[in-house]
């Protein structure tokens, strides 16, 4: 199987992203050892900054394996951030639609064709009061029961420090200036869980590991415990 090749569209947003980040912020990027060199596989990324994919994917990108992250379908609309993500390869995500299918159909192909797909299994920024990772959604679990491949936890913190999620003021934040944690783990071990009909009760159990495993990574960037569970706003609704 062929990894995916660092095409013109990836490398002319790394030209423009680049040099930004590198000014803006200072780096500390650990783990880059688990990303697989060769094969197919899924990375697990938490979400706490509109800033955040940026950080992730420059830390990715100099693995030398560019990501595909699954992207709105609305992001797709502007003509040059839509040519942009197009070219790169980024996958449209067309939620509420029979065509959320079609996405996981495409991530599942570009895994076995030798890619790496990254997944924000939150599906949106957290809600969590204190930015951990929350009860995420199981599209991740579905993909990697398919495909068998590596799942790599990916935490991160930094973005948040910049770009507040939910800030009242939308506006940056860059001095003093940030630096931009990014913490890669070993592949999740889910061995238990192959062969096991994918039923709702395996797919959350799945995804609940994957999310426990990238909320440790990031208690490891923090310095500080990580709660015992996953934040749930379902449930912090019902409690007010």
Aim: net charge positive; charged share 25%.
């Amino acid at each position: 199987m062929s990894r995916r090749r660092i095409g013109f569209w990836y490398r002319l947003a790394a030209v423009i992203a680049k040099p930004p980040l590198i000014v803006l912020f200072k780096r500390d990027w650990r783990g880059m050892e688990h990303i697989p060199a060769d094969e197919g596989f899924i990375t697990a990324v938490n979400h706490n900054s509109y800033l955040d994919p940026l950080s992730y994917a420059h830390f990715q990108y100099n693995t030398g394996r560019v990501p595909r992250f699954l992207a709105k379908a609305a992001l797709f609309k502007p003509f040059f951030v839509g040519t942009m993500l197009r070219g790169t390869g980024q996958i449209p995500v067309f939620r509420e639609t029979t065509d959320a299918a079609n996405a996981f159909r495409a991530a599942v192909e570009a895994i076995e064709n030798g890619e790496c797909v990254a997944f924000y299994p939150e599906g949106t920024l957290t809600r969590d009061p204190e930015m951990w990772p929350m009860v995420s959604k199981t599209g991740i679990a579905r993909v990697a029961l398919l495909t068998k491949a590596p799942v790599i936890p990916v935490a991160q913190w930094g973005a948040n420090e910049a770009m507040p999620p939910y800030a009242k003021e939308k506006k940056f934040r860059f001095f003093p200036r940030k630096t931009l944690r990014v913490l890669a783990g070993p592949p999740v071990d889910l061995d238990a869980y192959h062969g096991l009909e994918p039923t709702a009760e395996t797919l959350r159990a799945v995804t609940e590991t994957i999310m426990r495993s990238v909320t440790e990574l990031l208690a490891e960037l923090r310095g500080e415990a990580a709660p015992d569970g996953l934040y749930d706003p379902r449930k912090a609704r019902e409690a007010k």
